[in-house]
Structure formats: structure tokens, C-alpha cells
């Protein structure tokens, strides 16, 4: 910013960068582009611009809270939250009996938007529509749906989503929280048996959720029949707790404190048999359980699995968090010049250092890599039945955690890139890194859902394995051996030519050979504890946990670089696919520099292709500086939601 001795407020700043004037900095050098960033815009759009444009309007109008006043904050959350209801968007997904559209894709692309705003709003909405209505909707029948969903789409009935407690998180199957079936009164009886089992970190519950689905143990007669979910008023008309529930609120967090999280306790509380919600499972007036899935592991997985939607939808605002940031750093760094050859009369613009180019344009690669996975993911959802939803569930989970984690390193790398600017809270990045850093705990902890995403796929080879007889097994193992493929196809560890480490044959090559090799490992091995050393399967996979953590990463790197290849492919626009195909190589080859240890011990690379694959690197880092800013235009964020001074 340029240093007056009458410098205007930040309040000017926000006015003027809310009509766009910003004449405090020198001009963004956006450069003439090698494509037209509309048509990149339209690819990322898809099939559902219509619904993307109307919510860019409605959150356009909403002024950011750059207070710290928290009572005011959740206030302005709770308003923009009911004026986002008045566009209809909670229904999208709801089925048509209760006057929705059974679109949830649709509804994924209007939640995913809403993240060019305040996150605070993303995360109301999301408990509101995604998990509050979302889990009534998956996990319940018709009675459930005409009482509630019409009233939760609207927002005139406020809900929470109470699965957490104190003492577990990550472990859902182990709650505490009792559901009893009392025959004589035809109702369940909510109990909290200990202060470690309240309910904790519950969005909406601190302030305005007035009934929560409560996840519980189902005791009837004495017998426990595992986790499953009802609908437990928590509040009156006038907003005080209901006698038997106590509520705490969670006070001042990190980020997010437009939502008011609390815990919340029961007390011997009562609830009509009918609020058990029994999409899976249910209770008979006598007191009958009845399930078509007999198995309670498996009726927890179902239950569970139905809420793939909250994953996802997570994954895919973290990444448009990861948008905003990239945006706003790029435009700075175009702008902003530091430096200079001795006798040029100007300074250097940041973005032309080769430092700064190789710090964002890898992340901006991984952020375009991650959407179109997620686009594919999305796509998934409407074609797989639920019967074979367990891939689908291995993506979820390793593209929630990986879009997260990058959105972390995206948005501290643009603070960073912005410099002192970056620390400001009127230029956002402040408040997007506070806002996203909890996206890698909740809707599941990274961690633990990359540990799933190598267990499941460790299960599907076990499976694989099963059926073959020794022989059979033997040459399966000895095909897929590291030095078999390397012995198959020796240039792929000699290769420098630019035109072979752009192939995408060979990264994909390369990314299936880590993924295949760990998988074949870990089965092994997993084979080995268990039936050699006589571990139980939990125990095995402790043990197991870092070869678990390297199979999924391999894993979810391989399937998001074939899609995003595939998007590619699929592009006709030439410029637009020349544009598309540098990013897509970034993605591939810095995938293998970040791992090139791991490639060169198991001899998959040699030193010479090593430092070919970062040589390159640094060449497709220039090729793409360009083009920079029209890819970050691509994104389409309206000026009004970007708000950041130092990027319009
Ligand atoms: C702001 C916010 C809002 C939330 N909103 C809601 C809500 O509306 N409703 C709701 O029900 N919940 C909500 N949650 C809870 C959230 O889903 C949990 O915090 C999350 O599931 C993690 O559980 P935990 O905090 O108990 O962590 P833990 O499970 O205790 O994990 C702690 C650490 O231990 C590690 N760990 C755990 N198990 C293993 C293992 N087997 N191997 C290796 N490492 C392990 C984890 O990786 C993590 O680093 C919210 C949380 C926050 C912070």
C-alpha cells in the first residue's frame, strides 16, 4: 500500500473495495493470458451455474463482521443464514414428497459457493441443512420428513447435529449417551450417564438450535442394539433449555465464532417412541427391534454412510477457502514489487521471482486437481447404490482429508506470500485461516479417515486374495513385484526427455506403481501379523499405521491425478487444454518430487530423472506464471465476497 500521511481507514478500504475502486495500489498486471479464463470458469462451474450465480448474489449483499464482538457476530450469522433459507436452498436436497428436488449435487454446488463468504455462514448452513435436515432426511422415514423437513428448509425450525461427546469423538461407535425404550410409556428415555458423555462442540446448540438428532446407545429390555439417532426437543419457544437438558456453550474458539458450539447433557429426558429416526432400524410398540441388517457393525456403517453428503460438502467449501486465498496472493504478487536489477527503473513484481512462483503455483495446481476429483466424487454419489458404496466412501474420506490439509498449507502460504498485507484482517486471510483450520478435525479427524481409506482398500485385496488358490496368489504378488515392473519397462527410471515426463502415461505409471507397491506391502504384512503372529485386525493395524497413512496418500494422489487427466482430455478448447495440461503436470511431477525419496529407494527413479522431474518443475512454474492470474480469475469469486484491498 502506498504510504500516505492520510491514509484511509480500513472501513474506507472495505467501502471501496465493496464498488471495486481501490486506488491505494498500483495496477494487478494481469499480462494478455494464453486462454480465456470464462471458459475455464464455465468448466468449473458445471452442469449448476445457475444455482452458483444466485447464491454469489445473495452473499454478495452480506457486509463481513471484522468485529470481535461474538453475541454480534452469531446475530449477523443467524440473519444471512435465514436469507440464504428464503433462496429455497435447503430443500434442493430433500425429497420431493416434502416439496424438495432430490438433487444433492445441486445442493453441493450451492454450499460449495456460499464458502466465497464468511465461513462462519458456511459451517451455520452446513449444520442447519447438511447435518440437522441432511440426517433427519437419510435417517429417517416419512413421519419424520413431513414433521421436520419443511421447517428445517426454511429455517423457522433451528436443529443441531449432537454425535460428539467429551470422551468421544473420533470413536462414534463407543457413546455413552443412552436411548432406553420404556415399554409403559411408548417412548425412549435420553440419558447422559457421565459429564465425559455430554455432548460437545454441537453447532447451533450454544444459542439458537431448538430440538437436535442425538446420536445414542439403543438399550431395549436391557440389551444394547448399538448407535442409532433421534429427534430430541432441547429448547422452548422462548429459548430456554427444556426441564432434564443442560446446555453449555463452548465460548471462544480459533475461528468460526459466528456459530454458537455447545455441549449439551441429558437428564432422564423423553421422547415419544416415533422420534426414533428408522430409516435402518425400529422399535415396535412392544418393544420389538427390528433391522433388515442384522449385522450392528454393519447397521452403524449404513447409518453412517448415509451421511457421505457433510464429508464431501466440507471438502469442497475447504477448497474454494483454498480459492480465495490463491486469488487474493496471486493478484498481490502482480501487483506488488520488491527488488530490482541494479539499473531498472522499476522493482521486481513478486510474482516474477521464481521463489514465489514455486511457493503457490504447486498449491494452485493441487487446488484445481482437488476440484476436479471432487467434481468426480460428486458425480458418484448419483450413480452408486448403496450396496456398493464402500469406494465411494475411500474417496470421501481421503479427498476430505487431503483438500483440507491442503487448504491449511494453501492459506498459510498466501499469508506468508502477502506479507505484512497477508496479516490484515480487512484482506480475509486472517479469518480464513482460522475458519479452515478446524476443517481437518471435524467431519471426521484426517487422520483417522486416512487410516479408513487404507483399511478399506487393504480389505478389498484381502478379498481379492481369498478366492486364488497359492499358485495363483504367488504369481499375482511376484507380477506386481517392484522390480518385476521396473525390469518390464526400463526407461521408465531413465527417461529425461520433457516430452516422456509430461506423458501422462508415465506419471500415471509412476503414481499406480507407489500406490500398488504399498498395497501389495501392506497386505503382506497385514497377512503376516495376523496370521503368523496372531494379531487381532485392530492390533495388526495399529502396528501398521504408517504404512496405512503412505498407502492412502499414494492412493488418493493416483485417482485425483487420472481425473484430473481425464478433465483434460475431455477439454476442446485448445488453449484452454494446453492451459489446463500445465497445471495437470505441476500436479503429476510435484506429486514425485515431494515423494522422490520413496521412488529413488525403491528404484523407480534414478538420481538423473530425479533432478530432471524438478527441473521441470521449475520450467512449468514459469510457463504457468503467464497465465496466472487468469486461472485464479477462473474461479469466478465476486469482487464483493474476494473483498480483500490488496487483491482488487
Ligand atoms: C468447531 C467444531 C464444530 C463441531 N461441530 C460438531 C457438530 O455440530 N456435531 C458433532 O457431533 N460434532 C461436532 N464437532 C466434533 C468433531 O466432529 C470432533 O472434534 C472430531 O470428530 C474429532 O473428535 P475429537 O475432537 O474427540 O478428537 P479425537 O478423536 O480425540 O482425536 C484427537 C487426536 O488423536 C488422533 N487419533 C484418534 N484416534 C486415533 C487412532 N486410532 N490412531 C492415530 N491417531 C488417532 C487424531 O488424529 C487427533 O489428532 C465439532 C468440532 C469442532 C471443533
Sequence with gaps: MNKTTEEPSATDDREACVVGLNPGYPPIERGTGTFNPLALQKLLDGDHADIRNLIKQVISQFPYYHGTDVAEYRKLVLQWTRRVADTGMGRIFMSRAVGGEENLPRFMAAFETLAFHDLSLVIKVGVQFGLFAGSIQQLGTSYHHHKYLPDAASARLLGCFAMTEIAHGSNVQRLETTASYDRENDCFVLHTPTFSAGKSYIGSAAQDGKVAVVFAQLNVDGQNHGVHAFVVPIRDAEGRPLPGVTIQDNGLKMGLNG????????????????????????????????????????????????????????????????????????????????????????????????????????????????????????????????????????????????????????????????????????????????????????????????????????????????????????????????????????????????????????????????????LMRGGQRFRYLTLKKNLDPFSAFSRMQRELLDLSRAHIDRVVLQQFAKTVEAVTDQSLRIALKRLCDLFALSQMEINRAWFLENGALRAVTSRAITRMVDELCLQIRQDAVHYVDAFGIPDSCLAAPIAL
Design 259 to 518: 456459530v454458537d458450539n455447545g455441549g449439551i447433557w441429558f437428564e432422564h429426558v423423553r421422547v415419544p417412541r416415533v422420534e426414533m429416526l428408522n430409516r435402518f432400524a425400529t422399535v415396535t410398540k412392544d418393544g420389538q427391534y427390528q433391522t433388515e441388517i442384522q449385522s450392528k457393525h454393519a447397521r452403524f456403517f449404513a447409518m453412517i454412510g448415509t451421511l457421505l453428503g457433510g464429508r464431501i460438502s466440507i471438502a469442497t467449501s475447504a477448497n474454494c477457502g483454498a480459492k480465495s486465498a490463491l486469488t487474493i496472493s496471486i493478484r498481490y504478487g502482480a501487483r506488488r514489487r520488491q527488488f530490482g536489477p541494479p539499473r531498472s527503473s522499476q522493482e521486481t513484481l513478486v510474482l516474477d521471482y521464481p521463489a514465489h512462483q514455486r511457493r503457490l503455483f504447486p498449491l494452485l495446481a493441487n487446488v484445481f486437481a482437488l476440484d476436479f476429483a471432487l467434481k468426480h466424487l460428486v458425480e458418484q454419489t448419483e450413480k452408486i447404490r448403496p450396496e456398493e458404496s464402500r469406494p465411494l466412501e475411500t474417496l470421501a474420506a481421503g479427498l476430505k482429508a487431503l483438500t483440507t490439509w491442503n487448504a491449511t498449507q494453501v492459506i498459510q502460504t498466501c499469508r506468508e506470500t502477502c506479507g505484512g498485507e497477508g496479516y490484515l484482517a480487512v484482506n480475509r486471510l486472517a479469518a480464513l485461516k482460522a475458519d479452515t483450520d478446524v476443517y481437518t478435525t471435524f467431519e471426521g479427524d484426517n487422520t483417522v479417515l486416512m487410516q479408513l481409506v487404507a483399511k478399506n482398500l487393504l480389505t478389498e485385496f484381502n478379498e481379492k486374495l481369498k478366492g486364488m488358490r497359492p499358485s495363483q496368489m504367488t504369481a499375482f504378488m511376484v507380477n506386481r513385484a517392484l522390480t518385476t515392473v521396473v525390469r518390464r519397462n526400463p526407461t521408465i527410471v531413465l527417461n529425461t526427455f520433457d516430452a516422456h515426463l509430461q506423458d501422462v502415461k508415465f506419471q500415471l505409471g509412476m503414481l499406480r506403481f507407489r500406490e500398488s507397491s504399498l
